[in-house]
């Protein structure tokens, strides 16, 4: 069910998304009043509803999860749209520095649980004027005591926007929609951002979902073909809690029992291994927590290779240490390829390749995809799909350095261009050898956190090129594993450094003062990746 909150007041002639999202559901019910207002009712099933909670319709059927997808031809519009002329109109030379949200301004929520609820909103410049140009970024938060979500915001290009609301019945109870401007105008995916970022919140919302008899379909534990979903919806749920935790002598927080048991559908295994206090994420499918045993059954005699920034480093040496029960590996480099051994059982092993794209040179950085022009790069990538077995999974991920080295939106899509070039010829030779293509899964770049939020690789521009590197590596049919969406991970958690020390939310934990003044940081976000990643390569 979907329950659409209308501005009936402002002008929306043109409903051009170019956004992250595009919601999964159809366009009904589109009339235009006189006055050029459109009311209009996104449905799956259920009640549609204006912002003051009048009942437009109502149709039978099933609730269902809020899900988006990446729009086909994902580069060619945002091109098409970044190049458009911005026009002689007051309206569109307007900044923004607030918005209307008609169905929640001034008023008292109460939201049912289960059935998505979309907001419209307008922004405003500072004259309370409406802003008839869109590419302004929201940072939207929606957290409860055991419920972190990013809503869904779709950008309609013409200065309106809309979020959607939803909360599983299970977690019923108070929560606060945060809305945040962090850039105008598209002003995020300039070369040096920093000095236009807004980052304003201009709404927390006190919201209460109120539990209703409706049931949303149980999440299933991700199978291979889950992850062909180019775009991930998820959130992060609390089943458990210790208030009294505090951090160990080696940095560590072991607020749960070790064989803490995951609620059913929502994760399958120890969740106290993960050591997050009760969190945990899931998507459109939900996962498991692998043991020691579990990970190296999977792995025994499987070559991972890895290709990506150095959040990678950190994730490879988390889940050895924590999940293959390799605690002695305080480290592993940009650049290495080592065989491990289970210590429980020395005749399984797994062969782990790592290969830093921050720069050609392992100790060099902010060149990203432009790595792959220098030549003797190329040739020692290719040496490894060159033995006589290839990898078996390939983990990529490009972006962080790629924020700073691309000067416009434009130059970095020649770069993926090239990249998907090279690696489509890569794997052409394995095919022309006769060996089978490794799986590859894409990791999309993480959400920087905290100060860094307004860099050269700030959320918006992150989410960017991630659309961009995706778009294209499906276009060439590159993504033979599928997408493991890191940006949506790491966004509930990157509003500040608890989590992150801005670009990594890995690091290993140690008992001293973190970026935020705090002893200790959280580590359980890149566990849980650890864990995703592992999902991927082992799920049949």
């Known amino acids: 069910m979907v329950v659409v909150w209308n501005i009936d007041s402002c002008t929306m002639n043109s409903f051009i998304d170019i956004s992250r999202h595009s919601f999964t559901g159809s366009l ?8 050029g207002s459109i009311l209009d009712s996104l449905t799956l ?12 319709n109502e149709v039978s059927g099933e609730l ?4 988006t997808e990446l729009q086909g031809n994902f580069t060619q519009k945002l091109l098409k749209r970044w190049r458009s002329p911005i026009g002689d109109e007051p309206c569109k030379k307007a900044e923004s520095v607030d918005i209307a949200i008609p169905g929640m301004d001034g008023k008292k929520l109460e939201l049912s649980t289960g059935d998505v609820h979309e907001f419209v909103f307008q922004a405003l410049d500072e004259t309370k004027n409406p802003v008839c140009f869109g590419g302004d970024y929201f940072e939207t938060d929606l957290s409860g005591e055991s419920w972190k ?34 850039f105008r105008r598209f002003l995020g995916l300039k070369l040096s951002p920093s000095r ?35 775009i991930w919806s998820g959130r992060w749920t609390r089943h458990g809690k210790n208030d009294d935790c505090q951090i160990s002598n080696d940095g560590r927080y072991r607020c749960l029992e070790q064989n803490f048991p995951c609620q059913s559908s929502w994760c ?18 939900s996962f498991k927590i692998f043991n020691a045993d579990t990970a190296w059954d999977c792995l025994n005699n499987r070559w991972i290779f890895f290709w990506g920034d150095s959040n990678h480093v950190d994730t490879i040496r988390n889940m050895l240490n924590f999940v293959l029960d390799l605690p002695q590996v305080l480290a592993v480099p940009r650049r290495f390829d080592m065989n491990f051994s289970n210590p429980g059982n020395p005749s399984q092993t797994v062969r782990i ?49 790629d924020g700073v080295h691309w000067p416009s939106v434009r130059s970095f899509t020649l770069g993926v261009d090239y990249a998907t070039l090279f690696w489509q010829e890569v794997m052409d030779s394995v095919k022309n050898r006769g060996l089978q293509v490794p799986q590859i899964f894409y990791r999309t770049t993480v959400a920087t956190g905290g100060y860094a939020r307004t860099l050269a690789f700030n959320p918006h521009k992150m989410e960017i090129f991630n659309g961009i590197v995706l778009d294209k590596f499906r276009q060439a049919e590159l993504l033979t594993g599928g997408v493991i969406d890191n940006f949506d991970m790491t966004y509930p958690w990157h509003y500040d450094n608890r989590c992150n020390d801005g670009v990594h939310y890995g690091r290993a934990p140690a008992k001293m003062k973190w970026r935020d003044g705090e002893i200790g940081h959280q580590y359980f976000v890149d566990l849980m990746l650890a864990q995703v990643l592992l999902n991927a390569i082992c799920t049949k």
């Open 64 to 67: 269902d999860w809020v899900s």
């Open 353 to 401: 390749t790592s290969i830093f794209n921050g720069h050609w040179n392992e100790t060099g950085n902010y060149e990203g995809l432009n790595s792959l022009q220098d030549e003797g790069f190329r040739t020692l990538l290719k040496k490894y799909f060159s033995e006589n077995t290839v990898p078996d999974t390939m983990i990529m991920n490009s972006g962080l350095h």
């Open 149 to 182: 979500s990013r809503p869904i915001v779709k950008d309609f290009g013409n200065g309106s926007y809309s979020v959607s609301l939803q909360v599983h019945p299970d977690f019923a109870g108070e929560y606060n929609l945060t809305v945040i401007l962090l």
């Open 28 to 35: 009904r019910n589109l009339t235009q009043t006189d006055n």
């Open 45 to 56: 099933s259920g009640k549609g509803s204006t912002f003051d909670g009048t009942n437009l």
């Open 196 to 230: 236009f970022g807004f980052d304003r919140e201009l709404r927390k919302i006190p919201i209460k979902f109120y539990k209703t008899d409706g049931k949303l379909p149980e999440l299933h534990t991700c199978q291979r073909s889950d992850f062909n979903n180019t």
């Open 268 to 285: 399958d295994g120890s969740l106290g291994s993960l050591e997050s206090n009760g969190w945990v994420y899931s998507t459109h499918c």
